[in-house]
Structure formats: C-alpha cells, structure tokens
C-alpha cells in the first residue's frame, strides 16, 4: 500500500512525481535536510531540530515565508502520520530553494518535502567502526549543518560495508575525528567524557547538544576537544549519537576491543528513559 508524502502542504501519493529534472537539489545539493524521531504524538527534541533547521536556511540564505514556523511544520508531520496511519515513525524534512537551472540561483524561495518511513530495529549492538581513508571533512561554514550533499557519508558507509564494519570515522582536513555516516561520537575514560567540538566540522546533532547539557547530571564531566586516533585507542568506551536510533555503544574500532562497562550503559538507559 502506498504513502502519502507531504509537498509544500499539500498531502500527495508518494508514486507522484513532484520535482522536475531542473530541481536545484537534484543539481546542486542545494538545500539540507531533518531526520526526526516522532512517537507519542510528538517529535523528540523538536525545538532543536527546528532551530538547526532555520538556522540552516540563513546560512544557505534561503528565503522562508512567515507561516514557515516550527508550529507549522509540526502541524504538516502530524496530519501527514494521521493520514498514513503510523504512530511512530522516522521523519524526513527536506528543505531546497526554488528556481531554475542554472547555477546562480533565480530567486531563494524555500519548497520543502516531507517523508516518512518506520523507524528501524535496534541494529548491531554493540558496532564495529572503522575509519574512512578516501576523503577528509572540511571545517567550514557548512559542516555542521546537514545539506543535501551527502557524498562523504555515502562511500564511508560503502566502505565499511565492504570491511564487514557496521560504521566508519570519518576525519577532518586536519586529521582529527569528525563524526561517523549518521552520527557523533562520543569517547569516555573514566568517568569524564569527550567529544570533538563543531569547529572540528562534525554536525550539530540535536542528541549531541542534549547529551552535552544533561551529561554533569549524571556524574560525568565533559570535555569538547579535538580528538586524534592516537587519543581513540586510550579511551575505556566509545558510543554514538543521533536523532533516530539515540544512544548506540561501540565494540570495536579497527582491531581494537572496547569491553562493554558501566559508564556507556548508564548514559543508554538515561537516553531512553528521558526522552
């Protein structure tokens, strides 16, 4: 049975076509994107993909109109899970800017598409990383935001399919860890906890900043600093974030073991009772 998809508001059969060759995000990668987690009549940490989102547009200078507000948005994924008959689901929100062809773009009207699909299974636990050797992040203006080119991302994750891992590092121009395929990382020793900083050109995760604020609740200090594979291998235990799948430990990067321990399975359960 087909889906319905949400196209500029207007609720449409997902077989029907609604872009045209010309799109500037099937051209350019012009635009970006929001993976939500939506259960309970609600999306997890909306004010923060919300916020990211828009804060997203300004830097790609996309124009919105006034009704695109968060409330908005909100409203369009609801009716969108009402009309599909799905109480939880992983969300798509992607935003591109309007226009012709060519390079230069006509004018930076916002159009958006909404998609939804089952949120998946729990997956591997605990993964297997290694670390992607073809290319480099960059730390620039758009690596914390989630645009449309997601190429990197792509032929890590190929990469670590042929390797037999579930997941790959993916490092900056300078060498230092930036994030995986989907999601940041987080490296723990003792009882304090790292992560590498957004200049060091990893997304602004929503789970990541939520885990950043609550973390000292818990016991645990917390440390935003650059982080070498020299670093990764002095570590006790090594978990991942992202809005979907939330908390996710690590077993193994490269050959090397990280025995599961009481740090990482405190911070799993806190990350699925709170939210």
Known sequence: MNQFINFNGSLLDEVNPVVKASNRSLRYGDGLFESMRWENDRISLADYHFERLFHGLDVLQMERPPAFTADYLLTQVRELCKKNRQESARIRLNVFREGSAALLPVNNRAQFIIEMADLPGSGPEPLRLTVYPGEKKST??????????????????????????????????????????????????????????LTEGCVA???????????????????????????????????????????????????????????????????????
């Open 140 to 197: 620039g203006i758009l690596s914390n935001i989630k645009t449309n080119n997601y190429l990197i991302y792509i032929m890590a994750a190929k990469y670590a399919q042929q390797n037999g891992f579930d997941d790959a590092l993916i490092l900056n121009a300078r060498g230092s860890v930036c994030e995986t395929t989907s999601s940041n990382t987080f490296f723990v020793r003792g009882r304090s906890v790292f992560t590498p900083p």
């Open 205 to 275: 995760g929503v789970m990541r900043r939520y885990l950043l604020q609550q973390l000292p609740s818990l016991g645990f200090t917390v440390q935003e600093i650059p982080i070498s594979l020299e670093m990764i291998y002095e570590m006790d235990e090594v978990f991942l974030t992202n809005a979907i799948r939330r908390i996710q430990p690590v077993g193994r990067l490269g050959n090397k073991e990280y025995p599961k321990k009481a740090a990482v399975s405190q911070i799993v359960s806190f990350g699925q009772k709170a939210l």
